[in-house]
């Protein structure tokens, strides 16, 4: 089946520090790869998304290449905010059956340090 | 803009209680699901439906219900609730192929059983 595996946090940064978090997958065919975002208290917001091989997802200064020759879709961001601090999931989405619906990592907390 | 709408946000049940988790969009969309959020495991695919009148079980469908009599509504039922079932849970909703497209969350439940 397909599965998400995902870098453990938390990860703490300074400021306008250099972001990765990892994430890598295993699926059938081509699935598309998303990051969502859920800050305290609130519900899961679409980040970014690519739904093809060497496809890049882009917003508010994040960014995740899908990499099929590696089975990954690392998020990155030059220059962290405080504004950032959340929990980031990676997430696939399959093409037949419920594989059709997101399969999730287990989410990584990141806290930005002013 | 109501999108996904979930509801009650919060809710205490005692152990063996019986509950609905609400959940409604108005986007037309055909796939729904909802999905339970723990601790260091992210979203586990509890049930979902492609279609009114179908649904399908996902990873952890036990001690769950669901029905779909109409494109819009998906409730979850709870039938004899368990202290296992202490968790946050988001209902989901999506148009249908292409697997890219985007999945919309509502903005979850928070479900205590003592």
């Known amino acids: 089946g397909n599965s998400v595996t995902q870098m453990e946090g938390p990860v703490t940064l300074s400021e306008e520090a250099f972001l990765t978090i990892n994430c890598t997958y295993t699926a059938t065919g081509y699935p598309s790869l998303f990051w969502y975002v859920q800050y305290p208290g609130e519900g899961l917001q679409l980040l970014l998304k690519?739904?093809?091989?060497?496809d890049k997802g882009s917003n508010k200064g994040f960014e995740a290449t899908y990499r099929k020759e590696t089975t990954s879709f690392h998020l990155e961001k030059g220059s962290v905010q405080v504004s950032d601090s959340a929990v980031y999931f990676c997430a696939l989405n399959g093409i037949s059956g419920s594989a059709r619906q997101l399969t999730f990592g287990s989410g990584t907390q990141l806290t930005v340090l002013p | 803009n109501a999108g996904v709408t979930q509801t009650p946000k919060f809710q205490v049940l005692k152990t063996g209680q019986s509950m609905t988790l609400q959940c409604a969009q108005d986007m037309n969309h055909e796939y729904m699901s909802w999905y339970r959020q723990d601790p260091g495991m992210g979203l586990r695919l509890i049930h979902y439906?492609?279609?009114?009148?179908?649904?399908d079980q996902g990873e952890v469908p036990n001690g769950y219900n669901v029905s779909r009599s109409t494109t819009e509504d998906f409730p979850l039922r709870l039938l004899s609730a368990a202290p296992s079932q202490t968790s946050v849970y988001f209902c989901a909703s999506r148009d249908s192929y292409p697997s890219g497209n985007t999945i919309y969350f509502g903005e979850g439940s928070w479900l205590t059983v003592v």
């Open positions: 690519a739904t093809k091989a060497d």
């Open positions: 439906s492609v279609g009114a009148g179908i649904t």
